[in-house]
């Protein structure tokens, strides 16, 4: 009996290491110096820590984000080719802000921002947007249910949207919010 006890014990622990592994924090260079730097969701202050080598290690807080991470869903963090995106996924929407460290202000920008949408069970409503922050080009796909037609039409969106510069310790998705509410409303505005 012990010996199963034992082993049921180390199964669960290959499980949770398995399964559960820390998606609240990141260690990479990200300023180019060859040094990890440490990206980290506080869960406390509800924000995004980044800790840089070349600014020996001085905290970075972004303003207050929304963090969750019920039932495998909510917040993240993820490993880009030149920075780090925070995530944060709900049941049928879900967003991704990226982030790059800027050599000449020394800093950590927002450069991009993804936002996905299922709609509703006839997938009206259902979108795919990425906004390049650095251009302001706003790209993807927005659907509706036409009702007389039974089908989903889809609607290409090409838009470019003023945003202003972004980083860490600034950046507002308010700001990306309304961008995106817009590219909608005029997305929806061309199919009629």
């Known amino acids: 009996m012990m010996k199963f006890i034992i082993s049921l014990i180390a199964f669960l622990l290959l499980l949770e290491n398995a399964f559960c592994q820390d998606s609240y924090t990141l260690e990479k260079d990200i300023d180019g110096d060859n040094i990890a730097d440490t990206i980290r969701l506080d869960s406390a202050k509800s924000c995004i820590v980044c800790q840089l080598s070349g600014e020996n290690f001085t905290p970075v807080y972004s303003p207050e984000i929304y963090l969750d991470n019920m039932n495998g869903m909510g917040s993240s963090l993820g490993d880009t080719k030149d920075g780090f995106y925070y995530s944060f996924n709900w049941m049928r929407a879900g967003e991704s802000i990226c982030f790059r460290y800027e050599p000449e202000t020394k800093r ?7 936002s996905y949408a299922f709609g509703n069970a006839a997938n009206d409503g259902k979108n795919d947007l990425n ?26 969106i090409e838009l470019e949207i003023s945003v202003p510069l972004m980083y860490l310790e600034d950046f507002d998705t308010g700001l990306i ?4 509410e817009k590219a909608l409303t005029l997305s929806s505005s061309n199919t009629n």
């Open 108 to 114: 950590i920008r927002a450069v991009s921002y993804y």
């Open 177 to 180: 919010m309304e961008a995106y």
């Open 131 to 156: 906004f390049d922050l650095l251009t302001g080009k706003c790209s993807g796909v927005s659907y509706y249910f036409d009702y007389e037609k039974e089908e989903l039409i889809p609607n290409k």
